[in-house]
């Protein structure tokens, strides 16, 4: 019998880990903890500067961008307000919105806004706009210091008086009512010579319009002339509806020959020397704005007209009148005969009531100043 003997193997044994490897293990697992931790709070940090409304007051917060500034000076100069924080944080998420590129001008941030809306604003250029309203029946000395008294808009040797501002417009001699009444909107920075250039190019659109739809057989060489005429209109009576009828009695007297006689160029030919009061001396005064003493037209308009006044000189209603006076409550009577506008002139004017008064009640209103839109 043959017994086979078997032998035990030895038991195998793992060899210890050597303690530099086992260092490095652990702070390889130190790091990767300590940067995951360290994400979540950029993360978090990222999102906090992004999503929470900016420190600005109730009032919101006015931020003024030069030209030529970026939107890293801008967001420094908000930091050193207290307005923003992390404003590297903020410029990463402009460049990956590819909303970097900032326009100039006057911004109001409201209040509840945060930076993605700041950046947002910023790069489409939302700035504020402002208002100013050139009123129909003033003068171009009247609408300059307007535009120039707005510390908003840039004052610039070319608007410093009408003369001036006529020789930037390309203008020759008197530039009276060669802008247009209305209500201009602009930024903050912009200059007077700009305003009084987008005015004076309404004129001619609108002027050149009513001129190519004027009615036939008009006693005025060119469109220019109409605006004169136009100008006396608009300074002689308040009350929309009249305003043709105006005009119909000035085309008659030209027409026959008549002088126009009428107060508003007197008033504007005596200039600053006008104080509120005319006096028949006045109307034997030598001008060449005295229409009781020249014959036709002044030679330039007397004030800035508006739409409606243009079209009634190019539409002037038909009729027999030859003169009006004011009655006293912003209208007028008209009459066909010396004799019948005698009698009006007794009732209206030599017997005036307490009341009297130039333009319709309705048509009172304070003189439009600058706003905000």
Same mark, same amino acid.
């Given at each position: ?13 793992? =060899? ?5 490897? +086992?260092?490095?293990? %652990?702070?390889?697992?130190?790091? #990767? ?20 409304? %900016? ?22 100069? !908000?930091? /050193? ?40 604003? #910023?790069? +489409? ?8 309203? %050139? ?6 000395? /009247? ?34 009512? /060669? ?43 060119? &469109? ?55 006096? +028949? =001396?006045?109307? +034997? ?18 004030? !800035? ?7 009634? &000189? ?23 005969? %010396? ?9 209206? /004017? ?24």
């Amino acid at each position: 019998m043959i017994v086979a003997k078997i032998s035990k193997s030895k038991k195998q044994t793992k =060899s210890p880990v050597p303690p530099r490897r +086992r260092k490095f293990w %652990l702070w390889f697992f130190l790091v #990767l903890v300590m940067g995951a931790a360290g994400g979540a709070a950029l993360l978090w940090t990222a999102q906090a500067t992004l999503v929470q409304p %900016l420190a600005v007051g109730t009032d919101g917060l006015r931020i003024e961008v030069d030209s030529g500034s970026s939107l890293s000076r801008v967001l420094h100069r !908000l930091e /050193q307000q207290g307005a923003v924080q992390h404003p590297r944080i903020i410029r990463i998420y402009a460049r990956l919105k590819d909303q970097t590129s900032i326009h100039q001008g006057e911004y109001m941030v409201p209040a509840g806004s945060n930076a993605m809306d700041l950046v947002a604003r #910023l790069h +489409r250029g939302d700035v504020t706009r402002y208002r100013v309203t %050139l009123v129909e029946g003033w003068t171009f000395q /009247q609408a300059l210091m307007q535009i120039r008294a707005s510390d908003r808009i840039v004052k610039t040797p070319a608007g410093e008086s009408p003369q001036a501002a006529a020789a930037a417009l390309g203008i020759d001699g008197n530039p009276e009512g /060669q802008i247009f009444p209305d209500t201009y909107v602009y930024r903050s920075g912009i200059r007077d010579i700009d305003l009084l250039r987008q005015a004076h190019a309404r004129l001619q659109k609108v002027l050149s319009q009513e001129w190519e739809a004027r009615a036939d057989g008009l006693p005025y060489d060119d &469109a220019y002339e109409a605006l004169v005429m136009a100008s006396i209109v608009e300074k002689e009576t308040g009350a929309p509806w009249e305003r043709d009828e105006i005009a119909g009695v000035f085309v008659r007297r030209i027409e026959k020959g008549m002088r126009l006689q009428t107060d508003p160029t007197v008033i504007y030919g005596l200039g600053a020397s006008y104080d509120g009061n005319l006096l +028949r =001396s006045h109307l +034997r005064q030598a001008t060449p704005y005295n229409t009781y003493v020249i014959g036709g037209m002044p030679p330039t308009p007397i004030a !800035l007209v508006g739409r409606e006044a243009i079209h009634a &000189a190019l539409h002037p209603k038909d009729g027999d009148s030859l003169y009006f006076v004011a009655k006293g409550d912003g209208t007028h009577h008209f009459s066909a005969s %010396l004799a019948e506008h005698n009698r009006a002139v007794r009732k209206y /004017q030599l017997q005036r009531r307490s009341n009297y008064r130039s333009s319709p009640a309705a048509a009172e209103s304070e003189s439009p100043t600058e706003s905000e839109q």
